[in-house]
């Protein structure tokens, strides 16, 4: 079936100039996700930064609603970005964790992503930025419906400067357009400008798909230590170079936002901003926060999944507005496909169309009954319905309080556990407090009877669970 779809996307790009592909489709809205990595829930000026400033993305709420309660899936990044762009929980595709430069598996070409889903309906499809869903070719953007791309396979720690890396972990980082490699070896030097030359791409595409509905995905490789920042904002802000490179990244969303009036398309064009996860506390100066939640980057607690989230479309959307609903990343796909009249997926997905909270209409809930969070190697560690989140018994890890690294080098870990089922009312107790398990038996019943349902379906490995609705991760060519 999606051999189908894209062969009849195909054909009308080749049948149907741009103009006649605009006039066509000219209700249909562009859009654009920015997607940062690492980027803490306090990490933006309207959620609470302190030691810099990020007017445009301030602005950005302003002008549109900002989500308290946004969450990923899960607080690591392939797993994460798969979720993003298909919809569905990161298990169900196979993803799990980061994928390292030698992974011989990817997100499966027969998984829809969201480009390949608005390619159906005749639009242009872009790409700058972090994939992380696959090195080998045919994982790349260009195989998974963006017409192109411009960017780093994985992450940019992922090279030979890692300090905390044996010699010889990781081959030279190189820089893709297409699928060629048109930068063997990413230096700290050139790693300056990554967040300068993804947003010149964004803004040349914006330029050239002007008159037919685009879709395009900024993937920004920081505020992922190693960080740099150009020359333009170095030493900017009060916090270091944490807050320049965030800065930088506020700059980004302002030239996107600018490209768009400029071309008279702004009030056509959805723009989407948040985060992969939350921050990796254990880098410290080189972290960014997610007060007042608790804990951040690689667990299940709120500061790992809940993100900042801004949407904004003049006209669509009603400025200024606030959303404490809950809603996570898998929601955007089935979203973006009611907004544009794109037929969902064949293969079953998990996300559900939460246009009405993007909208602040008056009353307007989730319209999930529970979300859920998986770990590691499809370790199912929380659950949330409503108000309640349920925390399953597992392994996670913390600094206890202690301060993370400087300038680079990380901190270390150490490990916890959660022993028992622990509950908690995070819409009054963001920060995870106070375990209210005890006296809430049937609301724990209640959450555990959702965990062993997403279980038979998308299996833990914490219960050596298979799960009966999981499909398979792409391999790449020759691969056992």
Same mark, same amino acid.
């Given at each position: 079936?999606?051999?189908?779809h894209?062969l009849?996307?195909?054909?009308l790009?080749?049948?149907l100039?741009?103009?006649?592909v ?27 930064a302190?030691g810099?400033?990020t007017?445009?993305?301030d602005r950005?709420?302003?002008?549109g609603?900002?989500f ?10 392939s797993a ?5 762009l298909?919809?569905?929980?990161h /298990?169900?595709? +196979? ?7 030698k ?13 390949e889903?608005?390619k159906?309906?005749?639009y242009a499809t +872009?790409?700058? /930025?972090?994939w992380h869903? /696959?090195?080998?070719?045919?994982? =790349? ?9 411009f960017? =780093?396979p994985?992450s940019n720690d992922? @090279?030979?400067?890692?300090p905390?890396a044996?010699?010889?972990t990781?081959?030279p980082?190189?820089?893709?357009e297409?699928?060629?490699v ?5 230096t700290p030097?050139?790693q ?5 030359w993804?947003?010149?791409? $964004?803004?040349k595409?914006i330029?050239r798909?002007?008159?037919r509905?685009?879709f395009?995905y900024?993937?920004?490789s920081m505020?992922?230590v190693?960080?740099h ?11 270091g170079?944490y807050?320049?490179v965030?800065?930088e990244?506020d @700059? ?9 009036k400029?071309?008279?398309?702004d009030e ?12 990796w506390l *254990? ?5 960014g926060s ?5 804990e951040?980057?690689g667990t299940? @607690? ?5 993100v900042p !989230?801004i949407?904004?479309w ?5 400025a +200024?507005?606030?959303? %404490?609903?809950?809603?996570?990343t898998? %929601?955007?796909?089935?979203?973006l496909?009611? =907004?544009?009249g794109a ?9 559900l169309?939460v246009w009405?909270?993007?909208a602040?209409?008056?009353?307007a ?8 969070? @998986?770990?590691? %190697?499809?370790q199912l560690?929380?659950?949330?319905s /409503?108000?309640w989140? #349920? #925390? #399953?018994?597992?392994?996670?890890r913390t600094l206890e309080g202690?301060p ?5 080098i990380?901190?270390k870990?150490?490990s916890?556990?959660?022993?028992q089922?622990?509950?908690y009312?995070?819409t009054r107790d963001?920060?995870?407090?106070e375990?209210v398990?005890?006296?809430?038996p049937?609301v724990v019943?209640?959450l555990?009877a !959702?965990a062993?349902?997403a279980r038979?379906? =998308?299996?833990? *490995? ?5 799960? *009966? ?6 391999k $790449? *060519?020759?691969?056992?």
């Amino acid at each position: 079936m999606k051999n189908i779809h894209l062969l009849v996307a195909a054909a009308l790009a080749v049948v149907l100039s741009p103009a006649a592909v605009s006039a066509a489709a000219q209700r249909l809205p562009n859009i654009v996700v920015i997607f940062t990595d690492d980027q803490g829930y306090a990490d933006v000026g309207v959620f609470g930064a302190k030691g810099f400033t990020t007017p445009n993305l301030d602005r950005m709420a302003a002008e549109g609603i900002r989500f308290t309660d946004f969450h990923v899936s899960s607080a690591v990044c392939s797993a994460s970005r798969a979720a993003l762009l298909t919809g569905c929980y990161h /298990g169900r595709v +196979g993803i799990h964790g980061a994928l390292g430069p030698k992974a011989t598996h990817g997100l499966n070409p027969d998984e829809m992503t969201i480009a390949e889903l608005v390619k159906q309906k005749g639009y242009a499809t +872009g790409m700058a /930025g972090k994939w992380h869903l /696959g090195r080998p070719p045919e994982f =790349l953007p260009v195989r998974q419906g963006f017409d192109e791309y411009f960017g =780093l396979p994985y992450s940019n720690d992922m @090279w030979p400067y890692h300090p905390e890396a044996k010699k010889g972990t990781y081959p030279p980082l190189p820089l893709i357009e297409g699928d060629t490699v048109i930068d063997p070896e990413i230096t700290p030097e050139k790693q300056r400008s990554l967040t300068t030359w993804y947003t010149e791409r $964004a803004v040349k595409f914006i330029a050239r798909n002007k008159e037919r509905p685009f879709f395009f995905y900024l993937a920004h490789s920081m505020p992922h230590v190693p960080l740099h920042v150009s020359d333009k904002f170095k030493g900017k802000s009060e916090q270091g170079l944490y807050g320049d490179v965030i800065m930088e990244i506020d @700059w980004s969303v302002g030239e996107v936002l600018k490209a768009l009036k400029q071309h008279g398309i702004d009030e056509h064009t959805l723009v989407i901003f948040t985060s992969d996860n939350g921050p990796w506390l *254990s880098y410290g100066n080189h972290a960014g926060s997610a007060a007042p939640l608790r804990e951040g980057k690689g667990t299940s @607690w709120e500061g790992g999944t809940r993100v900042p !989230f801004i949407a904004r479309w003049p006209g669509r959307i009603p400025a +200024g507005k606030v959303q %404490d609903e809950t809603a996570m990343t898998i %929601d955007l796909l089935p979203t973006l496909a009611h =907004l544009t009249g794109a037929p969902l997926p064949a293969r079953k997905i998990d996300g559900l169309n939460v246009w009405p909270l993007l909208a602040a209409e008056a009353g307007a809930k989730n319209p999930h009954e529970a979300y859920f969070t @998986w770990f590691a %190697d499809n370790q199912l560690q929380a659950v949330r319905s /409503g108000e309640w989140k #349920l #925390l #399953l018994p597992h392994t996670y890890r913390t600094l206890e309080g202690r301060p993370g690294g400087r300038d680079g080098i990380p901190a270390k870990y150490a490990s916890l556990e959660v022993k028992q089922p622990e509950l908690y009312r995070v819409t009054r107790d963001r920060n995870e407090a106070e375990n209210v398990a005890a006296q809430n038996p049937e609301v724990v019943r209640r959450l555990l009877a !959702f965990a062993e349902n997403a279980r038979a379906e =998308l299996g833990d *490995s914490l219960t050596k669970r298979p799960g *009966s609705g999981v499909r398979a991760a792409g391999k $790449a *060519s020759g691969a056992p």
